[in-house]
């Protein structure tokens, strides 16, 4: 990290979290990193406005994979009522573990679940070893915002994470049809704001993972193509 990244970089990132990568100082510290602008995006009209109305629904098109009593892990913070609404999902007889990279992150995401006694909180890297095994992994929009060679560790590390029978759902960007009509506009989203979101257009997710063997793997578009979710259930 650049001596200009450690600056602009969380106290807690120096006091022995997990360092702040480069392609998230570098490209995304207006929308994660300063807390005025986290306060800003963090409303459910953002979110549903980001996502060209369709929030909600892709919110739900992750957590019906899920069910009520499951130990699920939620790799990367999420704007909105993400984090409440999985929790509902797996309800207080199962439990649901939020991480983040960036400790400013996972104290505003504790804000927002604070009366969940089943929901943990945690300060990581989703790159790195998850540490111990989950009926479930929920990851919701973070690939296409992490350079390449970090899609295939965090692929990697997610897989490693759950239990046999268990799985690993992928919400994320992918290429809408040729004749979308938010195609040119998303294209310059990608070029200018989103820059590793192209690859989610070019390649599988599948195609990421450094051993895709011992998963079934399954994966289905919606609104034009635009959005994709892709499952991998470890095999029992
Ligand atoms: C899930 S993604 C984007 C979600 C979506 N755009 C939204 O918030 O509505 C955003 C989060 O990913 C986190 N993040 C980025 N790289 C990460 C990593 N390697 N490990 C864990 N969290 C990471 C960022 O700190 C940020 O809070």
């Known amino acids: 990290m650049s ?21 998230l100082v570098d490209t995304y510290t207006w929308a994660y990193v300063r807390p005025q602008n986290i306060r800003f995006l963090d409303r459910g009209i953002v979110v549903e406005s980001i996502l060209w109305g369709n929030g ?9 994979e899920f069910a009520p009593g499951q130990d699920i892990m939620q790799p990367a913070s999420v704007y909105g009522p993400f984090s409440r609404r999985l929790a509902n999902v797996v309800g207080p007889e199962g439990s649901l573990e939020v991480r983040d990279i960036q400790p400013v992150q996972v104290e505003h995401t504790r804000v927002k679940v604070a009366d969940c006694k089943h929901v943990t909180l945690k300060v990581a890297d989703a790159s790195q070893p998850v540490g111990r095994e989950f009926d479930g992994i929920c990851c919701f929009f973070l690939l296409h915002e992490v350079p390449d060679d970090w899609k295939t560790r965090i692929i990697n590390a997610l897989l490693a994470g759950v239990r046999p ?24 989203v990608n070029r200018f704001l989103e820059p590793y979101a192209d690859a ?7 195609s990421f993972a450094t051993r895709d063997e011992g998963f079934t793997w399954t994966k289905e578009t919606c609104f034009g193509g635009l959005y994709q979710k892709v499952v991998a259930v470890r095999a029992e």
Request: hydrophobic share 45%; glycine share 4%; net charge positive.
């Open 3 to 23: 001596t200009a990244s450690a600056k602009d970089a969380t106290p807690e990132a120096v006091a022995g979290n997990p360092a702040i990568p480069d392609y």
């Open 56 to 64: 909600r629904y892709l919110m739900d098109w992750a957590f019906c």
């Open 200 to 206: 989610l257009w070019k390649r599988d997710i599948r």
């Open 165 to 188: 029978g268990g799985k690993v759902v992928f919400v994320d960007y992918h290429r809408p049809a040729t004749l979308h009509p938010l195609r040119p506009i998303m294209m310059a």
